[in-house]
T-cell receptor, first 115, second 113 residues
Framework: DTGVSQNPRHKITKRGQNVTFRCDPI?????LYWYRQTLGQGPEFLTY????????KSRLLSDRFSAERPKGSFSTLEIQRTEQGDSAMYLC?????????????FGQGTRLTVV | SQQGEEDPQALSIQEGENATMNCSYK?????LQWYRQNSGRGLVHLIL?????REKHSGRLRVTLDTSKKSSSLLITASRAADTASYFC?????????????FGRGTSLIVHP
Protein backbone atom coordinates (compact mmCIF):
# COMPACT_ATOMS: atom_id res chain seq x y z
CA ASP A 1 0.00 0.00 0.00
CA THR A 2 1.64 3.24 -1.12
CA GLY A 3 -0.94 5.61 0.38
CA VAL A 4 -0.76 7.64 3.58
CA SER A 5 -0.61 5.36 6.60
CA GLN A 6 -1.63 6.28 10.14
CA ASN A 7 -1.14 4.34 13.35
CA PRO A 8 -2.84 3.41 15.51
CA ARG A 9 -6.31 3.44 13.95
CA HIS A 10 -7.97 3.71 17.34
CA LYS A 11 -6.72 4.86 20.72
CA ILE A 12 -8.58 4.93 24.00
CA THR A 13 -6.81 6.67 26.83
CA LYS A 14 -7.54 7.95 30.28
CA ARG A 15 -7.68 11.67 30.88
CA GLY A 16 -4.28 13.00 31.82
CA GLN A 17 -2.28 10.42 29.87
CA ASN A 18 -0.01 11.23 26.95
CA VAL A 19 -0.63 9.78 23.50
CA THR A 20 1.41 9.72 20.32
CA PHE A 21 0.21 9.12 16.78
CA ARG A 22 2.28 8.33 13.74
CA CYS A 23 1.82 9.25 10.09
CA ASP A 24 3.75 7.83 7.15
CA PRO A 25 3.13 9.97 4.07
CA ILE A 26 3.34 8.95 0.44
CA UNK A 27 7.05 8.44 -0.08
CA UNK A 28 7.81 11.21 -2.58
CA UNK A 29 5.58 13.78 -0.82
CA UNK A 30 7.45 16.42 1.13
CA UNK A 31 4.44 18.30 2.54
CA LEU A 32 2.65 16.73 5.48
CA TYR A 33 -0.45 18.06 7.24
CA TRP A 34 -2.23 17.22 10.47
CA TYR A 35 -5.94 17.88 10.90
CA ARG A 36 -8.47 17.22 13.62
CA GLN A 37 -12.08 16.31 12.92
CA THR A 38 -14.97 16.10 15.34
CA LEU A 39 -18.38 14.61 14.66
CA GLY A 40 -20.38 16.51 12.09
CA GLN A 41 -17.56 18.90 11.27
CA GLY A 42 -15.01 19.18 8.51
CA PRO A 43 -11.32 18.62 9.16
CA GLU A 44 -9.66 21.52 10.98
CA PHE A 45 -6.05 22.34 10.23
CA LEU A 46 -3.55 21.83 13.03
CA THR A 47 -0.08 22.08 11.53
CA TYR A 48 2.01 21.34 8.47
CA UNK A 49 5.55 20.46 7.54
CA UNK A 50 7.59 20.93 4.44
CA UNK A 51 10.33 18.34 4.70
CA UNK A 52 11.40 18.47 8.35
CA UNK A 53 10.45 22.12 8.90
CA UNK A 54 7.22 22.87 10.71
CA UNK A 55 6.03 25.89 8.76
CA UNK A 56 2.69 26.72 10.28
CA LYS A 57 0.66 25.94 13.37
CA SER A 58 -2.98 26.66 13.98
CA ARG A 59 -4.17 28.50 17.06
CA LEU A 60 -6.07 25.26 17.76
CA LEU A 61 -2.74 23.65 18.57
CA SER A 62 -2.38 24.23 22.30
CA ASP A 63 0.86 23.86 24.23
CA ARG A 64 -0.12 20.28 25.02
CA PHE A 65 0.20 19.36 21.34
CA SER A 66 3.52 18.86 19.63
CA ALA A 67 4.34 17.53 16.20
CA GLU A 68 7.64 16.44 14.72
CA ARG A 69 8.95 15.24 11.42
CA PRO A 70 12.58 14.54 12.29
CA LYS A 71 13.89 13.25 8.98
CA GLY A 72 11.35 14.72 6.65
CA SER A 73 9.61 11.39 6.24
CA PHE A 74 7.19 10.13 8.91
CA SER A 75 5.63 12.46 11.44
CA THR A 76 4.40 12.10 15.01
CA LEU A 77 1.73 14.06 16.82
CA GLU A 78 1.87 13.95 20.61
CA ILE A 79 -0.83 15.14 22.97
CA GLN A 80 0.22 15.55 26.57
CA ARG A 81 -2.14 15.46 29.54
CA THR A 82 -5.10 14.53 27.39
CA GLU A 83 -8.50 16.05 28.07
CA GLN A 84 -11.94 14.80 27.09
CA GLY A 85 -12.17 17.63 24.58
CA ASP A 86 -9.26 16.09 22.69
CA SER A 87 -11.48 13.20 21.63
CA ALA A 88 -11.62 13.41 17.85
CA MET A 89 -10.35 11.87 14.64
CA TYR A 90 -6.80 12.96 13.87
CA LEU A 91 -6.08 12.97 10.16
CA CYS A 92 -2.80 13.19 8.31
CA UNK A 93 -2.39 14.21 4.69
CA UNK A 94 0.54 14.59 2.33
CA UNK A 95 1.19 16.38 -0.92
CA UNK A 96 4.02 17.37 -3.22
CA UNK A 97 5.55 20.77 -2.51
CA UNK A 98 6.89 23.01 -5.21
CA UNK A 99 3.61 23.00 -7.06
CA UNK A 100 0.51 24.85 -6.01
CA UNK A 101 -1.93 22.55 -7.73
CA UNK A 102 -1.29 19.12 -6.33
CA UNK A 103 -3.71 16.91 -4.53
CA UNK A 104 -3.50 16.30 -0.80
CA UNK A 105 -4.07 12.64 0.05
CA PHE A 106 -5.32 11.55 3.43
CA GLY A 107 -4.73 8.57 5.65
CA GLN A 108 -7.49 6.63 7.41
CA GLY A 109 -7.07 8.65 10.56
CA THR A 110 -6.54 7.85 14.23
CA ARG A 111 -9.66 8.00 16.34
CA LEU A 112 -8.86 9.15 19.86
CA THR A 113 -11.25 8.63 22.73
CA VAL A 114 -10.34 10.18 26.07
CA VAL A 115 -12.28 8.68 28.99
CA SER B 1 -12.43 29.39 10.71
CA GLN B 2 -13.53 27.38 7.71
CA GLN B 3 -13.05 28.80 4.25
CA GLY B 4 -15.50 26.73 2.28
CA GLU B 5 -19.12 26.10 3.12
CA GLU B 6 -21.05 23.27 1.52
CA ASP B 7 -24.72 23.42 0.75
CA PRO B 8 -26.99 21.65 1.47
CA GLN B 9 -25.86 20.24 4.80
CA ALA B 10 -27.82 17.07 4.08
CA LEU B 11 -29.21 15.52 0.93
CA SER B 12 -31.38 12.42 0.59
CA ILE B 13 -32.13 10.94 -2.83
CA GLN B 14 -33.12 7.70 -4.52
CA GLU B 15 -30.68 5.51 -6.36
CA GLY B 16 -30.39 6.57 -9.99
CA GLU B 17 -31.06 10.24 -9.29
CA ASN B 18 -28.43 12.94 -9.63
CA ALA B 19 -26.98 14.66 -6.57
CA THR B 20 -25.68 18.22 -6.62
CA MET B 21 -23.66 19.77 -3.83
CA ASN B 22 -22.38 23.31 -3.72
CA CYS B 23 -19.40 24.94 -2.09
CA SER B 24 -18.92 28.65 -1.49
CA TYR B 25 -15.71 30.26 -0.32
CA LYS B 26 -14.54 33.71 0.65
CA UNK B 27 -11.04 34.49 -0.59
CA UNK B 28 -9.18 33.93 -3.84
CA UNK B 29 -7.87 30.43 -4.37
CA UNK B 30 -5.35 28.46 -6.42
CA UNK B 31 -7.51 25.38 -6.55
CA LEU B 32 -10.44 23.58 -5.01
CA GLN B 33 -10.58 19.91 -4.14
CA TRP B 34 -13.54 17.66 -3.46
CA TYR B 35 -13.32 14.72 -1.07
CA ARG B 36 -15.59 11.90 0.03
CA GLN B 37 -15.66 10.48 3.54
CA ASN B 38 -17.46 7.34 4.56
CA SER B 39 -18.57 7.18 8.16
CA GLY B 40 -15.62 6.98 10.52
CA ARG B 41 -13.06 6.70 7.75
CA GLY B 42 -10.44 8.90 6.14
CA LEU B 43 -11.03 11.26 3.25
CA VAL B 44 -10.85 10.00 -0.31
CA HIS B 45 -9.70 12.50 -2.91
CA LEU B 46 -12.18 12.90 -5.79
CA ILE B 47 -11.21 15.83 -8.01
CA LEU B 48 -8.95 18.88 -8.00
CA UNK B 49 -9.99 21.84 -10.14
CA UNK B 50 -7.61 24.71 -10.76
CA UNK B 51 -8.65 28.35 -10.54
CA UNK B 52 -8.27 28.74 -14.31
CA UNK B 53 -10.54 25.77 -15.03
CA ARG B 54 -14.30 25.97 -15.23
CA GLU B 55 -15.35 22.33 -15.42
CA LYS B 56 -13.85 18.93 -14.83
CA HIS B 57 -15.15 15.39 -15.17
CA SER B 58 -14.18 12.09 -13.60
CA GLY B 59 -16.44 9.13 -14.27
CA ARG B 60 -19.87 9.99 -12.85
CA LEU B 61 -18.52 13.15 -11.21
CA ARG B 62 -18.70 16.62 -12.68
CA VAL B 63 -17.20 19.60 -10.91
CA THR B 64 -17.65 23.23 -11.90
CA LEU B 65 -15.88 26.29 -10.61
CA ASP B 66 -17.03 29.90 -10.86
CA THR B 67 -14.33 32.12 -9.42
CA SER B 68 -16.40 35.27 -10.00
CA LYS B 69 -19.04 33.90 -7.64
CA LYS B 70 -16.51 32.10 -5.45
CA SER B 71 -18.44 28.88 -5.74
CA SER B 72 -18.10 25.31 -6.95
CA SER B 73 -20.50 22.47 -7.48
CA LEU B 74 -20.12 18.70 -7.44
CA LEU B 75 -22.60 16.68 -9.48
CA ILE B 76 -22.86 12.93 -9.03
CA THR B 77 -24.88 11.42 -11.85
CA ALA B 78 -26.85 8.17 -11.65
CA SER B 79 -26.19 7.87 -7.93
CA ARG B 80 -25.71 4.52 -6.22
CA ALA B 81 -26.24 3.43 -2.64
CA ALA B 82 -22.44 3.20 -2.35
CA ASP B 83 -22.23 6.96 -2.92
CA THR B 84 -23.70 7.46 0.55
CA ALA B 85 -21.06 9.49 2.37
CA SER B 86 -20.11 13.00 3.43
CA TYR B 87 -18.64 15.23 0.76
CA PHE B 88 -16.25 18.07 1.50
CA CYS B 89 -14.73 20.84 -0.52
CA UNK B 90 -11.28 22.15 0.36
CA UNK B 91 -9.83 25.37 -0.95
CA UNK B 92 -6.16 26.21 -1.11
CA UNK B 93 -4.33 29.43 -1.67
CA UNK B 94 -0.64 30.13 -1.92
CA UNK B 95 -1.02 33.68 -0.60
CA UNK B 96 1.38 34.39 2.22
CA UNK B 97 3.54 31.47 1.17
CA UNK B 98 1.42 28.81 2.80
CA UNK B 99 -0.67 26.29 0.97
CA UNK B 100 -3.09 24.69 3.35
CA UNK B 101 -6.28 22.99 2.16
CA UNK B 102 -9.12 24.42 4.24
CA PHE B 103 -12.35 22.50 4.58
CA GLY B 104 -16.02 23.25 4.96
CA ARG B 105 -18.46 21.33 7.15
CA GLY B 106 -19.51 19.02 4.37
CA THR B 107 -22.68 17.71 2.79
CA SER B 108 -24.08 14.45 4.08
CA LEU B 109 -25.48 12.46 1.15
CA ILE B 110 -27.79 9.48 1.62
CA VAL B 111 -28.71 7.44 -1.45
CA HIS B 112 -31.62 5.10 -0.86
CA PRO B 113 -31.56 1.81 -2.78
Amino acid sequence: DTGVSQNPRHKITKRGQNVTFRCDPISEHNRLYWYRQTLGQGPEFLTYFQNEAQLEKSRLLSDRFSAERPKGSFSTLEIQRTEQGDSAMYLCASSLAGQTNTEAFFGQGTRLTVV
Amino acid sequence: SQQGEEDPQALSIQEGENATMNCSYKTSINNLQWYRQNSGRGLVHLILIRSNEREKHSGRLRVTLDTSKKSSSLLITASRAADTASYFCATASSSGGSYIPTFGRGTSLIVHP
